[in-house]
């Protein structure tokens, strides 16, 4: 990767690893992109930012031309909540943005990474230890489009020989920016209400486990699977990662070990409780682990006390 184009550099991964890699890269040689404007943000005023609707193509392209780009890291995307609302806009979103970001890499010639999720497996997946080759049958929109853009990556790097990249995301835990319309969203909002009101009411049922992973590991995940060796890669598209996999009550249980008085009570939202109960418990991280060297640095216990840290001094 010499310069980059993100799409999505407002939103949860996006700000921070545009961020990230502007230290690594040079300020110049990445351009965020996203279809909101926010003139005040890091992200527009730290190096080049362009205004993109990733459902127009010739835009996407005419961008990355200016720039000269040579990978395209695609975020833009509806998560599952949000997705789960609005279907048909949801397809129309993350297919016609991942092929517009698929067409620009084939003609530019790019590297690209698009995030698949744990959302790529459904209800008749094996839950526990979830291999990376398994069965991938999700009921919900979103994993749907993770399902086809996991095959269509695939089908660019065998049919153009598009160098694409990716990686199936566990709910991922930042104090930066916050997640907008997941499931896993949960996961977040307890710690700044710990840090608020010392008080949490979930969405999600006791006892509903999922993977996550902290801020840090996963755009260390990113930059490293892209300037991995191709010739090591087995599978692109894309390897399971994970770092922890826990229920409400595991987290409320990590946060009293600093907030003492933290109280955990649900009410629980069926949308989000189906989509949660049709993912994985825990899933196999081990190719990622032995093709591209991933290994997490934060388990449940570290990631609670530099989120808590971090959010009693920004809030
Ligand atoms: N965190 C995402 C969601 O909950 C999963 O990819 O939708």
């Given at each position: 990767?010499?310069?980059?184009?993100?799409?999505?550099?407002?939103?949860?991964?996006?700000?921070?690893?545009?961020?990230?890699?502007?230290?690594?890269?040079?300020?110049?040689?990445?351009?965020?992109?996203?279809?909101?404007?926010?003139?005040?943000?890091?992200?527009?005023?730290?190096?080049?930012?362009e205004t993109l609707d990733v459902t127009d193509g010739e835009r996407f392209l005419e961008i990355g031309k200016k720039?000269?780009?040579?990978?395209?890291?695609?975020?833009a995307a509806l998560l599952s909540a949000s997705a789960e609302a609005k279907p048909q806009f949801a397809w129309h979103l993350n297919m016609s943005g991942l092929v517009n970001a698929l067409e620009t890499a084939r003609q530019l010639k790019c590297q690209m990474f698009t995030p698949s999720s744990i959302a790529a497996f459904g209800p008749s997946t094996p839950k526990?230890?979830?291999?990376?080759?398994?069965?991938?049958?999700?009921?919900?929109?979103?994993?749907?489009?993770?399902?086809?853009?996991?095959?269509?990556?695939?089908?660019?790097?065998?049919?153009?020989?598009?160098?694409?990249?990716?990686?199936?995301?566990?709910?991922?835990?930042?104090?930066?920016?916050?997640p907008g319309g997941g499931t896993t969203d949960y996961a977040v909002e307890i710690y700044y209400h710990a840090v608020r009101e010392k008080k949490y009411t979930s969405y999600i049922a006791a006892g509903t486990k999922m993977d996550m992973m902290y801020m840090p590991d996963a755009l260390d995940a990113i930059?490293?699977?892209?300037?991995?060796?191709p010739a090591k890669l087995v599978h692109r598209n894309a390897f399971n990662i994970t770092a922890m996999s826990f229920a409400p009550e595991d987290v409320a249980a990590a946060i009293r070990e600093r907030v003492p008085e933290f109280e955990l009570t649900y009410d629980v939202d069926p949308v989000r409780q189906r989509i949660a109960e049709s993912w994985p418990n825990s899933i196999d991280a081990?190719?990622?682990?032995?093709?591209?060297?991933?290994?997490?640095?934060?388990?449940?216990?570290?990631?609670?006390k530099d989120m808590l840290g971090k959010l009693a001094s920004r809030l």
């Open positions: 990767m010499k310069t980059v184009l993100v799409t999505g550099a407002l939103g949860q991964i996006g700000s921070e690893l545009v961020a990230k890699l502007r230290g690594l890269y040079g300020e110049n040689h990445v351009v965020g992109t996203d279809i909101r404007v926010d003139a005040d943000s890091p992200v527009a005023c730290g190096g080049p930012f720039y000269q780009v040579d990978a395209v890291i695609h975020l526990d230890r979830t291999p990376q080759d398994t069965i991938q049958r999700p009921n919900t929109i979103y994993g749907v489009t993770k399902v086809s853009g996991e095959l269509l990556c695939d089908y660019y790097h065998e049919r153009f020989g598009v160098d694409t990249r990716g990686v199936r995301f566990p709910g991922l835990i930042s104090y930066v920016t916050p930059i490293q699977l892209m300037e991995a060796d081990r190719c990622a682990e032995e093709e591209w060297g991933f290994r997490p640095r934060y388990d449940l216990d570290a990631m609670t």
